[in-house]
């Protein structure tokens, strides 16, 4: 088996531990209070997000660029909840705490009741439109994310899996990178989050003593970090493979959606299928080196076959 040595790339609950509590103290921690805001630009027209900013693989926050959404200026938890509190969700699925079903209502009192000191709330990756689809409304296309490819290989319903991510103020989302070379296309609904970003080529090693080399990642170019917050109407887009962590400077929603690059269509698929030809022509090993993984890629593998319409028990449709 080959072990990954970037340990920014490692799935296992130490690695990730060990990256996070780099932001807390240390080299990492440091550099982040210093490190640059991202480009910020305003009034940017969808030629120029092309030219200036997705053909070069450059990363920007359109600021305002969705501040005449209704969702942008009516939305909060309790507007939510009021609108579809029946909707059941999964409530804390960040990696390494117990995740729990609960309506979303309960989720919002859940979160009401726990002001103060208590590990914040937050409820992860909420794909909305298997159960609150008459949001959706709310959260228009955006015109600069049309050329999501996914369209094309997958078919309308499988490229429009957005998702809400609505937390409590304190909550993390821990660094990582998106599956698939997708690229991040974010747009911040209600409340404000600090987004932490490196570059694609960031790598964590180790030093002499087996330890995490932080001081060596935030010397090396190649880790551009930057850090800023996304508010209200603002739209984050960051290329492929970006590394990102977010905290939550107040209770929040935004939405996550992703969009494939036509340039990144032969990795894409590449990945997935990786992912597929592991998991059925190696089981035996992959559950054994990734456990936390293999439910994951189970749960996102049925996820597609299902937006498909695909017929699991027929190989040619
Ligand atoms: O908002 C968050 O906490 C995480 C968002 C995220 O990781 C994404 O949109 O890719």
Not at 17 to 35: K, T, W
Not at 84 to 92: K, L, S
Not at 256 to 279: P, T
Request: charged residues 25%; proline residues 5%.
């Amino acid at each position: 088996m080959v072990i990954e040595n970037n340990l920014l790339r490692r799935h296992d609950q130490e690695s990730i531990d060990r990256v996070e509590n780099g932001f807390r103290v240390g080299p990492l921690a440091e550099a982040v209070r210093s490190a640059p805001t991202l480009e910020t630009r305003r009034g940017l027209s969808k030629s120029e997000f092309e030219q200036q900013y997705r053909e070069q693989l450059r990363p920007v926050v359109l600021a305002g660029f969705a501040q005449d959404w209704t969702s942008v200026q009516t939305w909060s938890p309790e507007h939510l909840a009021a609108r579809c509190g029946d909707a059941e969700v999964t409530m804390d699925s960040v990696r390494g705490t117990p995740s729990r079903r609960v309506a979303f209502a309960e989720f919002v009192e859940l979160m009401k009741a726990n002001e103060g000191d208590a590990e914040p709330l937050h409820l992860q990756e909420w794909y909305y439109q298997t159960n609150a689809p008459q949001l959706a409304a709310e959260l228009p296309e955006l015109d600069i994310a049309q050329y999501d490819f996914r369209r094309n290989l997958y078919g309308e319903k499988a490229s429009t899996n957005h998702q809400l991510w609505v937390g409590q103020r304190g909550g993390i989302t821990r660094l990582h990178q998106d599956s698939y070379m997708v690229d991040v296309m974010h747009v911040q609904i209600f409340g404000t989050k600090r987004w932490y970003v490196m570059g694609p080529e960031a790598k964590l090693g180790a030093d002499a003593d087996g330890e995490p080399d932080f001081a060596a990642l935030v010397a090396a170019e190649d880790t551009r970090l930057h850090h800023f917050d996304l508010k209200p109407g603002d739209v984050l887009y960051l290329p492929a493979n970006w590394y990102h962590r977010i905290e939550l400077l107040s209770n929040s929603i935004g939405l996550g959606r992703k969009c494939l690059d036509e340039k990144n269509l032969a990795m894409h698929i590449r990945q997935r299928m990786n992912e597929m030809l592991a998991l059925i022509l190696n089981y035996d090993e992959v559950a054994r080196t990734h456990p936390e993984l293999v439910p994951v890629l189970l749960t996102r593998s049925r996820a597609w076959a299902n937006r498909m319409d695909l017929d699991l028990s027929r190989l040619r449709p």
